[in-house]
């Protein structure tokens, strides 16, 4: 299992493209001892569940180091339709696009869990990478692995079925808030709803519980009280590549 790494419910809606979590961002490859220094004497900043970060359009003013919990992005269509388009976790650096570009926030972030943060202002940022230019070979690297991750989406997207969708959504999401039971059963330690899913995996609510209630009869998937446990994710991986 990945260390702890998405979800309020969303308004359910049709959605051809897929979530994507990451584990890391731009600068969260940055050697430990690099980060510390970037980070050191930084601001403090705490979140609780469904409190925004910051929204899409605001001032790009600093970047933020999550220390503890889980953060998803969110972006929006005119219409008011939300995406949960990536889930952020510990050791993740959050902001650091506006950092680059000088432009504003192009999505928005929102705890999942509390989440204790540090600032750092772009001033500071900007000093650093200055006497730090060992930056921009991390970030050529990181922007890299990110245009691979979004062709791999993209991928998911065009080809994989409805069910193969919600299977990806789920066993991604158990790489970060599983826990094994050591009983070949993986539990995810975090409240899901159908709509949730709907959202990270870019289908209706509707065909969720649909899949979601064949699975169950399959016994591949026990929800109990808004917590999934996944009895066999061999099953699920091959619903992933058959049509169904």
């Known amino acids: 299992m990945r260390p702890l790494g998405t979800w309020a419910p969303l308004s359910d809606f049709d959605n051809s493209a897929t979530m994507r979590i990451y584990r890391s961002n731009l600068l969260s490859g940055l050697p430990e001892l690099l980060s510390s220094r970037l980070f050191a004497g930084s601001a403090p900043y705490t979140l609780v569940p469904d409190q925004a970060l910051f929204s899409v359009g605001d001032l790009g003013n600093g970047c933020y180091r999550l220390k503890e919990g889980l953060l998803k992005i969110v972006i929006s269509s005119p219409q008011g339709e939300a995406r949960i388009i990536s889930i952020l976790g510990p050791g993740a650096i959050v902001g650091e696009l506006s950092m680059i570009d000088r ?142």
């Open 103 to 244: 432009l504003p926030r192009s999505a928005s972030v929102i705890a999942v869990t509390d989440s204790a943060l540090q600032f750092v202002s772009r001033e500071r940022f900007d000093e650093f990478a200055k006497d730090h230019p060992e930056i921009r070979e991390y970030l050529l690297q990181t922007l890299a692995s990110r245009l691979r991750d979004a062709d791999e989406a993209l991928a998911a997207a065009t080809f994989l079925t409805v069910k193969g969708r919600v299977a990806r959504a789920l066993l991604e999401l158990a790489e970060f808030v599983g826990e094994d039971n050591k009983e070949g059963q993986i539990i995810l330690n975090h409240k899901i709803s159908q709509s949730d899913l709907a959202a990270m995996a870019g289908v209706a609510r509707e065909n969720v519980s649909r899949t979601l209630s064949e699975w169950q009869r399959r016994n591949l998937v026990v929800r109990t009280s808004n917590y999934y446990c996944l009895n066999d994710q061999a099953a699920l991986k091959r619903e992933m590549d058959f049509d169904s």
